[in-house]
């Protein structure tokens, strides 16, 4: 068995749709796995010219690789099958591909309900929250446990340890900065967004081979806390930048990508590849510009599009950096 996993290693909306539709092109693989998140999740992919957002399934389907939903997330049916529906009639076939894990927990009417007029955090309201509480306090409701599900419920361990050799690409929901335990709580998402959730789908950390990390040029992040940057450059960078939620449509507050939280966010997830996407945006202003994270916080401004690339491959000097100013490739 051999994984690949994409993790987002700022506040979600880094362009993993991208990354991962990009590695399924190469048709390596026999599994696509969603390893954490509900459908507060919002991927944009582009496929044979045509935009799609979707919320649980994973990108597999576009190329007919199996896409299993995996123990890690938690599912709104309702949600699930409309998706379906409308990838279907969108000219991607889902029939017998899309599978969810018998652990999965469903989002009830009820976890709907209660977040409805959430403001505290900020959060996509869609149940996230009262759904894996009720998990964790062992009176929540298993995909299993759902009649109507049969055709689509698969135990983790017969699909990936019994299939002769697995290869498995992992896609991640949200990032390391909405992490539950590794973010800045409790401005954060309740499930694990790190290569560590990946592994808690039933891969065993001997299968990982690449660990795929995906961040912007800047930061964007939707939620209640302050996190605009001080200047017309940031209102520009939004609008420039088209910084409206996925899911929700509400506009993400800007800043400069914050260097400190970036190079945890590689250690803690094992980065072996990153991606830096939305070049052309800081090219569009022509603004160069990194935070760091100690208490001045200090911000640095390069002149050029080459001292920024420069200074961020001085900073990562053991990575491999990959740059893209492109909505629909790397
Ligand atoms: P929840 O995941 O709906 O509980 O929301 C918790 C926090 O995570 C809020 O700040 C949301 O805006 C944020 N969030 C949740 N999912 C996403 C996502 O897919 N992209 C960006 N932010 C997200
Ligand atoms: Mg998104």
Known sequence: MIA?????????????????????????????????????????IYHEGKRFITHHIPAGVFFGVRSVIGGGCVVNLEQFFSEIEMLETGGIKCDGLVKIARNAHIITDRHMEEEAAEEEIGTTRRGNGPAYRDKYARRGLRA????????????????????PAARILCEGAQGFGLDID??????????????AGALLNGIPHTAVRKVWGVAK???????????????EIFDKLQKVGQEYGATTGRPRQCNWTNLSLLNRAIQINGVTDLVINKVDVLRELDAWSFRLDNKDGISIHLHSEDTWKEYLELYLPQLELHFSDNPERI
């Open 144 to 163: 299993e446990m759902i009649p109507g599900l049969t055709d689509y419920v698969v135990d983790l361990y017969e699909e990936f340890h019994h299939y």
């Open 4 to 44: 690949d996993i994409v993790v987002d290693l700022q506040y979600g909306d880094c362009g993993k749709g991208k990354i991962t539709h990009h590695l399924l092109r190469q048709g390596a693989y026999t599994h696509c796995v969603r390893y954490n998140g509900g459908c507060n999740a919002g991927h944009t």
């Open 182 to 195: 590794w973010g800045d709580y409790p401005y954060v998402t309740s499930s694990h967004c790190t290569t």
């Open 217 to 231: 040029a800047y930061e964007t992040y939707v939620g209640s806390k302050k996190f605009h940057g001080e200047g």
